[in-house]
T-cell receptor, first 116, second 113 residues
Framework: DAGVIQSPRHEVTEMGQEVTLRCKPISGHNSLFWYRQTMMRGLELLIYFNNNVPIDDSGMPEDRFSAKMPNASFSTLKIQPSEPRDSAVYFCASSFGRTTAIYGYTFGSGTRLTVV | DQQVKQNSPSLSVQEGRISILNCDYT??????FLWYKKYPAEGPTFLISISSIKDKNEDGRFTVFLNKSAKHLSLHIVPSQPGDSAVYFC????????????FGTGTRLQVTL
């Protein structure tokens, strides 16, 4: 298994531009999570999906952020318009519900976003 | 409101000695606790977990201790090795069917020669 695949690995964009981050979870996993890593807040949950349905989006910072999961093998996190304070590393993770969550999610390698 | 807290942003330990990383939580509804390890430019990887009905879980050089009354857990690494240098995140899983993990801010461990 190739693990959780995120693209791009690095993204540099200008303030005001739209940014789309992509994630392919592990095949068979039914839960998908988007996290953001910052120095101040550590790993912060933005949104998670169960069976492609958004369950908890309370961590999405504001309306500029949106996430979709059109099918079990693909999810996107979009920021429009982007701002410098969005600069962070964004991680996607997947699990098979609570069963594998107890033994740890599988994380992707992350997308380092820089907004200038 | 940080429900899982790691108050030490960094820790430096000599090779061969014990590393102790600490974590505090505020929510009594957490029933599993996990530790993740993260190297630069990589995603976090699962290290060890403990159920809230236990007070200790051991896996090789890694031991996690849980003190429910104090809402505190710690990760002990004995002996510490240079390859253990990484950022360690504490995480907690709520009760019920939810699979959402709440993470702390991380502690950067540096193991020196």
């Amino acid at each position: 298994d190739a693990g959780v695949i995120q693209s791009p690995r690095h993204e540099v964009t200008e303030m005001g531009q739209e940014v789309t981050l992509r994630c392919k979870p592990i095949s068979g996993h039914n839960s998908l999570f988007w996290y953001r890593q910052t120095m101040m807040r550590g790993l912060e949950l933005l949104i998670y999906f169960n069976n492609n349905v958004p369950i908890d989006d309370s961590g999405m910072p504001e309306d500029r952020f949106s996430a979709k999961m059109p099918n079990a093998s693909f999810s996107t996190l979009k920021i429009q318009p982007s701002e410098p304070r969005d600069s962070a590393v964004y991680f996607c993770a997947s699990s098979f519900g609570r069963t594998t969550a107890i033994y740890g999610y599988t994380f992707g390698s992350g997308t380092r976003l820089t907004v200038v | 409101d940080q429900q899982v807290k790691q108050n030490s942003p960094s820790l430096s330990v000599q090779e061969g000695r014990i590393s102790i990383l600490n974590c505090d939580y505020t929510n009594s509804m957490f029933d599993y606790f996990l530790w993740y390890k993260k190297y630069p430019a990589e995603g976090p990887t699962f290290l060890i977990s403990i159920s809230s009905i236990k007070d200790k879980n051991e896996d090789g050089r890694f031991t996690v201790f849980l003190n429910k009354s104090a809402k505190h857990l710690s990760l002990h690494i004995v002996p510490s090795q240079p390859g253990d240098s990484a950022v360690y995140f504490c995480a907690a899983l709520g009760t019920g069917t939810a699979s959402k993990l709440t993470f702390g801010t991380g502690t950067r461990l540096q193991v020196t020669l």
